[in-house]
């Protein structure tokens, strides 16, 4: 069974940098054709997909949001990371971590961490 657990502050204070780690457990985060997500949701509105992290340590980005984001990956624990600088309470949320199918005809996001609720405030 797989399982994505993200876990990270709750709190983080204006113009400070987010840090969340994803940790994936059933499945190996450079296993071929599975990307690793990072979506949001702030209260309110939509899903926001972030970035991903391929299999091959490939990373892609959401335009509006590149210049203040990076994910990286350390195979050694099957963990996959979310930093976001210079936050603002716009970025408060619920942040998710996901396991997306990259084979053809595949359901795409398949597996979804319990997401964790992060207020950006002072």
């Known amino acids: 069974q797989v399982q994505l657990q993200e876990s990270g502050p709750g709190l983080v204070k204006p113009s400070q940098t987010l840090s969340l780690t994803c940790t994936v457990s059933g499945d190996s985060i450079t296993r071929n054709y599975y990307r690793w997500n990072w979506i949001r949701q702030p209260p309110g509105k939509g899903l926001e997909w972030m970035g991903a992290?391929?299999?091959?340590?490939?990373?892609y980005y959401t335009p509006s949001l590149r210049s203040r984001t990076s994910i990286s990956r350390d195979t050694s624990k099957n963990q996959f990371t979310l930093q976001l600088s210079s936050v603002t309470p716009e970025d408060t949320a619920v942040y998710y971590c996901?396991?997306?199918?990259?084979?053809?005809?595949?359901?795409?996001?398949?597996?979804w961490g319990q997401g964790t609720q992060v207020t950006v405030s002072s």
């Open positions: 996901a396991r997306e199918n990259l084979l053809p005809g595949a359901l795409g996001y398949d597996y």
């Open positions: 992290i391929t299999y091959s340590g490939n990373t």
